[in-house]
């Protein structure tokens, strides 16, 4: 059986099989056609089958024209750490230790979440090290093995492949897209103001001055500092310092209705980078951010903590978070943010709006929460909603769909309204100004001295 196993193995080419190439095939099947019209002419078969075996037996030379398996070597070298749908390098390293080049193209045993484009023809002089690197991309957050590396390569006649495996063990992270957390830390107030979002500046005499630097669009003009402008002979603002050292306390929703697709990713996955962009900011403002994954039950907790380095601690704790198929219990997520946040904070609540107003109880958990913290809900705008209220209908059944999702949106907005005269901020944004709108309300509230 295990004979039987190790030559399927090998007639599959999985590990050390030698494969005709498309260019011997080519030559077989034309010199078959060949030979099969000459035995119309009564040419003996004895004659055909000796051509035959006399030129496969030939091509069996350039077999010694290739380097052997044990002259060829192979390691990969890929990063720890991957970002979600950003493209990544990976290299491999081929050393081939006889004298006579090769020809090798690749495969890996990549998940199918990752897309990489693998090389193909490519040439390796003898008796030295070629570097081969190509782009991969993950597409689902986790913790994912990339174990062998399968390599065919060929003499420069390119009539037999040889194949051999090589073990190049590797675990590889895919944490959440940090496209937007860099564009923050890099420029706040061109993140900021780049998507559109205006931002309140915090009333004149509050918080500590800073420093002085240039005015920049979206500045307040009563800041400038005119005695600096006119050394300089360039407008220049003062720069005061927010509040520091406050709570934020970030929940995260992967309850069963966060798996809705985007067009990016779900809304599970643009919540995380959303909180994550959040904390951040926070960790750079200098206050103590704490971070609550939940459904049925808590699945994730992120204590307090102050300082860029506690960004990496919230991102190793929550990048393989998937979605859940219970139903979110936000009495129990609630409860638990309560008991472990003593202090007044800002609470933020990634999850879905409208499921969210169908908790029944959810109204009297949040009168308890905001005794004590200030709590703001954060959604993603249904798109498709939205569409089917947009649409011109041309036809009955289009008609109904209308009608139907206005009444929805209808109903939404009615509780909504009703939750804002409960004091409850909710506020609902595009997929793509989720990160954008949370920070801006964060900086909104902190600025006019909510905490």
């Known amino acids: 059986m295990k004979l039987l196993r190790r030559w399927w193995g090998r007639f599959l080419f999985q590990d050390r099989g030698i494969a005709p190439t498309a260019k011997l095939i080519t030559v077989m099947v034309v010199l078959t056609v060949m030979m099969t019209s000459i035995t119309f002419f009564r040419f003996s078969w004895l004659y055909v089958i000796i051509i035959f075996l006399l030129v496969l037996g030939v091509s069996f030379v350039d077999l010694i024209f290739s380097p052997k398996r044990t002259q060829i070597e192979v390691s990969r070298s890929a990063p720890e750490d991957l970002e979600r749908n950003a493209k990544e390098s990976v290299s491999l390293t081929v050393r081939n230790n006889s004298k006579y080049q090769c020809i090798v193209r690749f495969a890996d045993d990549a998940p199918l979440s990752f897309q990489a484009v693998l090389p193909s023809n490519q040439r390796i002089e003898g008796n030295q090290i070629t570097k081969i690197t190509y782009p991969i991309e993950a597409r689902t957050r986790g913790d994912f093995q990339l174990s062998k590396v399968y390599l065919r390569y060929r003499s420069p006649f390119g009539l037999w492949e040889k194949q051999k495996t090589f073990s190049c063990e ?5 944490i959440p897209n940090l496209a937007e957390t860099k564009q923050y830390l890099e420029s706040a107030q061109q993140y900021l103001l780049h998507e559109g979002v205006k931002i309140r500046k ?10 002085v630097r240039n005015y920049v669009v979206g500045d307040d003009p009563r800041k400038i500092n005119w005695h600096q402008s006119a050394k300089l002979q360039e407008v220049m603002t003062n720069e005061y310092e927010p509040e520091h050292g406050k709570y934020i306390t970030l929940l995260v929703d992967c309850g069963r209705m966060m798996g809705a697709e985007l067009k990016e990713g779900n809304r599970l996955e ?3 980078e959303a909180a994550i962009t959040v904390a951040a900011a926070a960790l750079k403002n200098g206050d103590f951010v704490s971070v609550i994954v939940f459904s049925k039950e808590i699945k994730a907790y992120v204590p ?13 704790n929550i990048y393989s978070v998937q979605v859940d198929t219970d139903e979110s219990n936000y009495q129990a997520a609630l409860q638990y943010a309560q008991s472990v946040q003593n202090k007044r904070s800002l609470i933020l609540l990634f999850s879905d709006i409208y499921q969210f107003i169908l908790e029944d109880q959810a109204l009297f958990f949040m009168k ?3 005794r004590k913290h200030l709590f703001v809900l954060i959604g993603i705008e249904d798109e498709m909603l939205q ?4 649409v011109m209908p041309h036809t009955s059944i289009a008609a109904m769909h209308k009608t139907i999702a206005q009444k929805q949106m209808q109903w939404k907005k009615q509780q909504m309204f009703k939750w804002k005269n409960q004091g409850l901020v909710m506020l609902e944004a595009p997929e793509d100004r989720l990160a954008v709108t949370a920070v801006s309300h964060y900086m909104k509230e902190l600025n006019r001295g909510a905490l």
């Open 387 to 390: 569409a089917k209220v947009k």
């Open 368 to 370: 308890r929460v905001q």
């Open 202 to 211: 915090q009333r004149t005499g509050i918080g500590e001055f800073s420093k």
């Open 170 to 174: 590797a675990v590889v992270k895919v």
């Open 304 to 316: 307090p903590g102050k300082g860029l380095t506690h960004l990496d601690v919230i991102l190793q």
């Open 270 to 272: 643009r919540s995380i």
